[in-house]
């Protein structure tokens, strides 16, 4: 048997390569192969654990963190500690960007500000080749209508909001380039979720089509945001923070682990009783849309 594995027709994977093709599918790790078939008549029985050198280095692929949130808005500690658990896994700058990008759009002249600052933001963004696009958006929801805020429009705070897809054209609409493919969070109250017209219209703004703003004259490009997977929640006053542990393992498995999204989601909330015990959690995605609502069999929600 020895002399046969040394016969040039007989290629060994070792165990790091096989994780790697493997991670996704798993199979038994088999170590000898000759023309695809098993060489040994068992399986390689792999002793002890994986160890790092002392000089090796941790290497992740670069990844982006976008907090949209309302101006008015002072809490930030849902994004802070998701950004925070992936900082030590990233050792050289550049690798992990984090952006905190604050709105408040009640006043047009406000809204020619913002196209200024989308597109300093997207121009620097844009040379950066990031795997990884995590957004969150962390805003407050008018009761009334359904709508989101867009900000105070006077100094008596009264509110300034419009329908979610129109809310995404003109707050999230600058930065189109970057968010294709992105994750996001929606850390928003349950009256968009809970009317059906508002939520249609936040899912329709997630798939939509809008115009590149810096479009050659005379040529019409549609970008889509084309959001894979978007989580939204539903309690009546929604406590940020309460997200924080979910979202941070949901973001460190995807990140970290390359692991499905929606796999990473049902792990995560077999952990996640508190949060579950506050809000529902909706999974939105292009084809379809699951609700994740925790029970009891002797206690209901």
């Given at each position: 048997?020895?002399?046969?594995?040394?016969?040039?027709?007989?290629?060994?994977?070792?165990?790091?390569?096989?994780?790697?093709?493997?991670?996704?599918?798993?199979?038994?790790?088999?170590?000898?192969l000759e023309n695809?078939?098993?060489?040994?008549?068992?399986?390689?029985?792999?002793?002890?654990?994986?160890?790092?050198?002392?000089?090796?280095?941790?290497?992740?692929?670069?990844?982006?963190?976008?907090?949209?949130?309302?101006?008015?808005?002072?809490?930030?500690?849902?994004?802070?500690?998701?950004?925070?658990?992936?900082?030590?896994?990233?050792?050289?700058?550049?690798?992990?960007?984090?952006?905190?990008?604050?709105?408040?759009?009640?006043?047009?002249?406000?809204?020619?500000?913002?196209?200024?600052?989308?597109?300093?933001?997207?121009?620097?963004?844009?040379?950066?080749?990031?795997?990884?696009?995590?957004?969150?958006?962390?805003?407050?929801?008018?009761?009334?209508?359904?709508?989101?805020?867009?900000?105070?429009?006077?100094?008596?705070?009264?509110?300034?909001?419009?329908?979610?897809?129109?809310?995404?054209?003109?707050v999230l609409g600058?930065?189109?380039?970057?968010?294709?493919?992105?994750?996001?969070?929606?850390?928003?109250?349950?009256?968009?979720?809970?009317?059906?017209?508002?939520?249609?219209?936040?899912?329709?703004?997630?798939?939509?089509?809008?115009?590149?703003?810096?479009?050659?004259?005379?040529?019409?490009?549609?970008?889509?945001?084309?959001?894979?997977?978007?989580?939204?929640?539903?309690?009546?006053?929604?406590?940020?923070?309460?997200?924080?542990?979910?979202?941070?393992?949901?973001?460190?498995?995807?990140?970290?682990?390359?692991?499905?999204?929606?796999?990473?989601?049902?792990?995560?909330?077999?952990?996640?009783?508190?949060?579950?015990?506050?809000?529902?959690?909706?999974?939105?995605?292009?084809?379809?849309?699951?609700?994740?609502?925790?029970?009891?069999?002797?206690?209901?929600?």
């Open positions: 048997m020895q002399s046969h594995l040394t016969s040039p027709q007989v290629t060994f994977c070792c165990v790091s390569c096989h994780w790697k093709v493997c991670r996704h599918s798993p199979a038994p790790y088999i170590g000898f695809g078939n098993p060489v040994l008549p068992s399986f390689l029985e792999v002793k002890g654990v994986f160890e790092s050198s002392s000089k090796a280095n941790i290497y992740m692929t670069s990844t982006l963190f976008l907090h949209f949130q309302l101006n008015s808005i002072q809490q930030h500690t849902h994004f802070d500690l998701v950004e925070h658990a992936l900082r030590d896994y990233y050792p050289e700058d550049g690798h992990l960007v984090s952006v905190d990008v604050p709105f408040d759009l009640a006043k047009d002249k406000a809204q020619l500000k913002w196209l200024s600052k989308a597109g300093k933001i997207v121009s620097r963004l844009c040379a950066s080749n990031f795997k990884h696009i995590v957004a969150v958006i962390t805003n407050h929801t008018d009761e009334e209508h359904s709508d989101l805020w867009l900000g105070n429009c006077d100094k008596v705070g009264e509110p300034s909001a419009c329908a979610p897809d129109k809310w995404m054209d003109l600058p930065f189109k380039q970057i968010l294709q493919g992105c994750k996001m969070y929606l850390v928003l109250c349950r009256t968009v979720m809970c009317n059906q017209e508002a939520f249609s219209a936040l899912k329709a703004g997630l798939q939509r089509q809008v115009r590149l703003c810096n479009a050659q004259p005379g040529v019409d490009i549609l970008f889509s945001f084309g959001v894979c997977h978007a989580l939204a929640f539903n309690a009546v006053n929604l406590l940020p923070i309460k997200t924080a542990d979910l979202l941070m393992n949901i973001t460190k498995s995807v990140v970290l682990c390359d692991i499905k999204f929606v796999n990473a989601l049902e792990e995560a909330l077999k952990h996640a009783t508190m949060i579950g015990k506050h809000t529902a959690i909706i999974h939105i995605m292009k084809q379809k849309t699951t609700k994740y609502v925790w029970t009891h069999k002797k206690y209901k929600p």
